[in-house]
Protein backbone atom coordinates (compact mmCIF):
# COMPACT_ATOMS: atom_id res chain seq x y z
CA UNK A 1 0.00 0.00 0.00
CA UNK A 2 1.42 3.27 -0.92
CA UNK A 3 1.10 6.59 1.45
CA UNK A 4 -1.37 8.20 -0.83
CA UNK A 5 -3.04 5.23 -2.35
CA UNK A 6 -6.75 4.57 -0.74
CA UNK A 7 -7.02 2.01 1.88
CA UNK A 8 -8.52 -1.34 1.18
CA UNK A 9 -11.26 -2.08 3.46
CA UNK A 10 -13.49 -5.78 4.12
CA UNK A 11 -16.44 -6.10 5.59
CA UNK A 12 -16.96 -9.14 7.85
CA UNK A 13 -20.28 -10.04 7.68
CA UNK A 14 -21.05 -8.41 4.80
CA UNK A 15 -24.58 -9.48 3.81
CA UNK A 16 -26.23 -8.38 7.60
CA UNK A 17 -27.76 -4.72 8.07
CA UNK A 18 -24.98 -3.63 9.70
CA UNK A 19 -22.70 -5.52 7.01
CA UNK A 20 -24.28 -3.39 4.12
CA UNK A 21 -24.40 -0.25 6.18
CA UNK A 22 -20.59 -0.73 6.54
CA UNK A 23 -19.75 -1.05 2.69
CA UNK A 24 -22.24 1.92 1.88
CA UNK A 25 -19.69 3.76 4.10
CA UNK A 26 -16.81 2.69 3.03
CA UNK A 27 -17.69 3.15 -0.60
CA UNK A 28 -18.89 6.65 -0.06
CA UNK A 29 -15.51 8.09 2.39
CA UNK A 30 -12.68 9.53 0.65
CA UNK A 31 -9.97 7.58 0.60
CA UNK A 32 -11.35 4.11 1.36
CA UNK A 33 -12.00 1.65 -0.80
CA UNK A 34 -14.14 -1.32 -0.66
CA UNK A 35 -11.87 -4.41 -1.07
CA UNK A 36 -14.02 -7.06 -0.82
CA UNK A 37 -17.19 -9.08 1.46
CA UNK A 38 -17.55 -12.22 3.74
CA UNK A 39 -20.00 -14.69 4.47
CA UNK A 40 -19.66 -17.52 6.18
CA UNK A 41 -19.95 -20.92 3.81
CA UNK A 42 -23.40 -21.64 3.01
CA UNK A 43 -24.77 -18.35 3.39
CA UNK A 44 -27.88 -17.21 0.47
CA UNK A 45 -25.45 -14.46 0.02
CA UNK A 46 -22.57 -15.93 -1.53
CA UNK A 47 -21.63 -14.87 -5.38
CA UNK A 48 -23.68 -12.17 -4.67
CA UNK A 49 -22.06 -9.01 -6.43
CA UNK A 50 -21.47 -6.55 -3.04
CA UNK A 51 -22.72 -3.57 -5.19
CA UNK A 52 -26.11 -5.05 -6.15
CA UNK A 53 -26.19 -6.21 -2.27
CA UNK A 54 -26.58 -3.09 -0.94
CA UNK A 55 -28.26 -1.50 -3.71
CA UNK A 56 -25.92 0.03 -5.75
CA UNK A 57 -24.54 -0.36 -9.56
CA UNK A 58 -22.83 -3.94 -9.76
CA UNK A 59 -19.24 -3.86 -8.68
CA UNK A 60 -17.45 -6.46 -9.81
CA UNK A 61 -16.92 -7.84 -6.46
CA UNK A 62 -19.23 -10.95 -4.79
CA UNK A 63 -19.57 -11.95 -1.49
CA UNK A 64 -16.89 -14.32 -0.94
CA UNK A 65 -16.25 -17.32 1.96
CA UNK A 66 -13.06 -17.66 1.19
CA UNK A 67 -11.65 -15.78 4.01
CA UNK A 68 -7.56 -15.99 3.58
CA UNK A 69 -8.64 -14.19 -0.11
CA UNK A 70 -10.68 -11.38 1.49
CA UNK A 71 -7.69 -10.95 4.20
CA UNK A 72 -5.00 -10.78 1.13
CA UNK A 73 -7.07 -7.99 -0.24
CA UNK A 74 -7.41 -6.23 2.44
CA UNK A 75 -5.08 -3.44 4.65
CA UNK A 76 -8.13 -3.41 7.14
CA UNK A 77 -11.45 -5.54 7.75
CA UNK A 78 -14.44 -4.16 9.79
CA UNK A 79 -16.04 -6.85 12.11
CA UNK A 80 -19.33 -6.59 13.72
CA UNK A 81 -20.22 -10.18 13.28
CA UNK A 82 -19.80 -12.40 16.90
CA UNK A 83 -17.53 -13.34 19.56
CA UNK A 84 -15.89 -16.68 18.60
CA UNK A 85 -15.86 -15.42 14.99
CA UNK A 86 -13.96 -11.86 15.79
CA UNK A 87 -11.11 -14.18 18.09
CA UNK A 88 -10.69 -16.44 15.02
CA UNK A 89 -10.70 -13.12 12.37
CA UNK A 90 -8.04 -11.88 14.66
CA UNK A 91 -6.19 -14.55 14.42
CA UNK A 92 -6.00 -13.90 10.56
CA UNK A 93 -5.50 -10.20 10.67
CA UNK A 94 -2.30 -10.84 12.83
CA UNK A 95 -0.93 -13.80 10.28
CA UNK A 96 -2.45 -11.67 7.32
CA UNK A 97 -0.50 -8.26 8.80
CA UNK A 98 -4.11 -6.84 8.68
CA UNK A 99 -5.56 -4.10 10.83
CA UNK A 100 -8.53 -4.95 12.55
CA UNK A 101 -11.71 -2.83 14.15
CA UNK A 102 -13.95 -4.90 16.06
CA UNK A 103 -17.12 -3.47 16.89
CA UNK A 104 -18.53 -6.79 18.19
CA UNK A 105 -19.84 -6.83 21.98
CA UNK A 106 -20.27 -9.76 24.34
CA UNK A 107 -16.71 -11.49 24.80
CA UNK A 108 -15.26 -13.52 27.62
CA UNK A 109 -12.40 -12.69 29.38
CA UNK A 110 -10.18 -15.87 27.51
CA UNK A 111 -11.34 -13.99 24.22
CA UNK A 112 -10.66 -10.68 25.22
CA UNK A 113 -6.99 -11.79 26.08
CA UNK A 114 -7.14 -14.33 22.48
CA UNK A 115 -7.43 -10.95 20.68
CA UNK A 116 -5.23 -9.15 23.38
CA UNK A 117 -2.45 -11.76 22.04
CA UNK A 118 -3.37 -11.06 18.47
CA UNK A 119 -2.74 -7.13 18.67
CA UNK A 120 0.67 -8.12 19.52
CA UNK A 121 1.34 -8.05 15.83
CA UNK A 122 -1.06 -5.42 14.47
CA UNK A 123 -3.52 -2.61 15.35
CA UNK A 124 -6.21 -3.52 16.49
CA UNK A 125 -9.14 -1.21 17.03
CA UNK A 126 -11.82 -2.81 19.71
CA UNK A 127 -14.66 -0.81 21.33
CA UNK A 128 -17.99 -1.56 22.58
CA UNK A 129 -19.66 1.23 20.84
CA UNK A 130 -17.70 2.55 17.40
CA UNK A 131 -20.33 5.67 17.89
CA UNK A 132 -18.37 8.88 18.16
CA UNK A 133 -20.81 10.24 20.78
CA UNK A 134 -20.54 7.55 22.50
CA UNK A 135 -17.24 7.88 22.93
CA UNK A 136 -17.33 11.19 24.07
CA UNK A 137 -20.13 10.48 26.69
CA UNK A 138 -17.43 7.30 27.44
CA UNK A 139 -15.00 10.35 28.62
CA UNK A 140 -17.24 12.46 30.05
CA UNK A 141 -18.62 9.09 32.58
CA UNK A 142 -14.89 8.68 33.41
CA UNK A 143 -14.53 12.66 34.27
CA UNK A 144 -17.29 13.12 36.17
CA UNK A 145 -16.72 10.14 38.22
CA UNK A 146 -13.67 11.18 38.45
CA UNK A 147 -14.77 14.55 40.14
CA UNK A 148 -17.89 13.36 42.43
CA UNK A 149 -17.13 11.02 45.54
CA UNK A 150 -19.16 7.85 46.10
CA UNK A 151 -22.08 9.90 47.53
CA UNK A 152 -22.72 9.64 44.36
CA UNK A 153 -24.48 6.26 43.08
CA UNK A 154 -23.72 5.59 39.10
CA UNK A 155 -26.49 3.92 37.76
CA UNK A 156 -25.94 2.94 34.06
CA UNK A 157 -29.63 2.22 32.13
CA UNK A 158 -29.42 1.17 28.39
CA UNK A 159 -32.39 -0.19 25.89
CA UNK A 160 -31.91 -2.03 22.62
CA UNK A 161 -34.20 -3.66 20.05
CA UNK A 162 -35.60 -6.87 20.79
CA UNK A 163 -33.57 -9.06 19.09
CA UNK A 164 -30.44 -7.97 20.87
CA UNK A 165 -28.60 -10.86 22.33
CA UNK A 166 -26.32 -9.86 25.13
CA UNK A 167 -26.83 -7.98 28.51
CA UNK A 168 -25.61 -5.54 29.85
CA UNK A 169 -25.07 -4.07 26.25
CA UNK A 170 -21.39 -3.84 25.15
CA UNK A 171 -21.71 0.31 25.80
CA UNK A 172 -23.23 0.07 28.81
CA UNK A 173 -20.42 -2.30 30.00
CA UNK A 174 -17.52 0.43 28.69
CA UNK A 175 -19.39 2.92 30.08
CA UNK A 176 -19.07 1.49 33.61
CA UNK A 177 -15.40 0.51 33.09
CA UNK A 178 -15.30 4.28 32.41
CA UNK A 179 -16.94 5.15 35.65
CA UNK A 180 -14.82 2.85 37.72
CA UNK A 181 -11.54 4.09 36.13
CA UNK A 182 -12.83 7.69 37.03
CA UNK A 183 -13.57 6.46 40.56
CA UNK A 184 -10.38 4.77 40.71
CA UNK A 185 -11.66 1.10 41.61
CA UNK A 186 -11.52 -2.40 40.09
CA UNK A 187 -15.08 -2.85 37.83
CA UNK A 188 -15.51 -6.49 38.63
CA UNK A 189 -15.56 -5.76 42.17
CA UNK A 190 -18.22 -2.84 42.06
CA UNK A 191 -20.37 -3.90 38.91
CA UNK A 192 -23.95 -4.71 40.14
CA UNK A 193 -24.94 -6.24 37.20
CA UNK A 194 -28.69 -7.76 38.32
CA UNK A 195 -30.84 -7.35 41.05
CA UNK A 196 -33.91 -9.51 41.37
CA UNK A 197 -36.41 -10.25 44.64
CA UNK A 198 -35.38 -9.06 47.94
CA UNK A 199 -31.45 -7.72 46.97
CA UNK A 200 -30.99 -5.55 50.09
CA UNK A 201 -29.84 -1.82 50.27
CA UNK A 202 -27.45 -0.51 47.28
CA UNK A 203 -24.08 -1.33 47.97
CA UNK A 204 -22.01 2.21 48.35
CA UNK A 205 -20.03 2.47 45.21
CA UNK A 206 -21.31 -0.09 43.22
CA UNK A 207 -22.02 0.33 39.43
CA UNK A 208 -25.89 -0.47 38.68
CA UNK A 209 -27.06 -1.82 35.60
CA UNK A 210 -30.17 -2.11 34.13
CA UNK A 211 -30.68 -3.49 30.95
CA UNK A 212 -34.42 -3.07 28.62
CA UNK A 213 -35.13 -4.52 24.94
CA UNK A 214 -37.95 -4.14 23.21
CA UNK A 215 -39.23 -2.68 19.66
CA UNK A 216 -36.99 -1.40 17.33
CA UNK A 217 -34.55 0.68 19.01
CA UNK A 218 -31.10 0.91 17.83
CA UNK A 219 -29.91 2.11 21.43
CA UNK A 220 -30.55 4.65 24.45
CA UNK A 221 -27.69 4.54 27.37
CA UNK A 222 -27.85 6.61 30.56
CA UNK A 223 -25.27 7.41 32.97
CA UNK A 224 -26.70 8.69 36.28
CA UNK A 225 -24.81 10.21 39.41
CA UNK A 226 -27.48 10.23 42.10
CA UNK A 227 -26.68 12.03 45.76
CA UNK A 228 -28.98 12.89 48.37
CA UNK A 229 -30.49 16.32 47.00
CA UNK A 230 -30.05 16.13 43.25
CA UNK A 231 -29.17 13.51 39.89
CA UNK A 232 -26.36 14.60 36.93
CA UNK A 233 -27.38 12.48 34.46
CA UNK A 234 -25.04 11.75 30.53
CA UNK A 235 -27.10 10.76 28.14
CA UNK A 236 -27.14 9.44 24.32
CA UNK A 237 -29.53 8.51 22.14
CA UNK A 238 -28.65 5.98 19.07
CA UNK A 239 -31.56 6.79 15.73
CA UNK A 240 -29.64 5.30 12.81
CA UNK A 241 -26.46 2.49 12.93
CA UNK A 242 -24.94 4.64 10.35
CA UNK A 243 -23.34 6.16 13.28
CA UNK A 244 -21.54 2.86 14.49
CA UNK A 245 -20.35 2.83 10.81
CA UNK A 246 -18.95 6.26 10.37
CA UNK A 247 -16.57 5.56 13.57
CA UNK A 248 -15.14 2.31 12.10
CA UNK A 249 -14.67 3.31 8.72
CA UNK A 250 -13.06 6.52 11.10
CA UNK A 251 -11.02 3.79 12.53
CA UNK A 252 -10.07 2.04 10.37
CA UNK A 253 -8.33 4.53 8.42
CA UNK A 254 -6.76 6.05 11.61
CA UNK A 255 -5.00 2.70 11.87
CA UNK A 256 -2.98 3.60 8.49
CA UNK A 257 1.08 3.43 9.36
CA UNK A 258 -0.15 2.63 13.16
CA UNK A 259 2.30 0.36 15.13
CA UNK A 260 0.46 -3.13 16.66
CA UNK A 261 -1.74 -2.84 19.80
CA UNK A 262 -4.72 -2.69 21.35
CA UNK A 263 -6.72 0.61 20.59
CA UNK A 264 -10.20 1.64 21.73
CA UNK A 265 -12.07 5.11 19.97
CA UNK A 266 -10.94 6.93 22.40
CA UNK A 267 -7.02 6.87 20.78
CA UNK A 268 -9.05 7.13 17.54
CA UNK A 269 -10.16 10.74 19.17
CA UNK A 270 -7.13 11.47 20.80
CA UNK A 271 -8.64 11.62 24.20
CA UNK A 272 -5.43 11.46 26.57
CA UNK A 273 -6.44 10.15 30.16
CA UNK A 274 -5.03 12.74 32.80
Known amino acids: MTENAPLRIGVLGCAGRMGQTLMRLVTDTPGSVLAGG ?11 DLGVLIGREPCGLAVSDNVERLFDAADAVLDFTAPAASVAYAEHAARAGVAHVIGTTGFSAAQDTAIAKAAIRVPIVKSGNMSLGVTLLTELTRRVAAALDDEYDIEIAEMHHRHKVD ?77 FARGAVKAALWTRGRPPGLYGMADVLGFDKE
Open 38 to 48: LERPGHAAVGT
Open 167 to 243: APSGTALLLGRAAADGRGVAFDAMADRGRDGHSGARGRGHIGFAALRGGDVVGDHSVLFAADGETVELRHRATDRGI
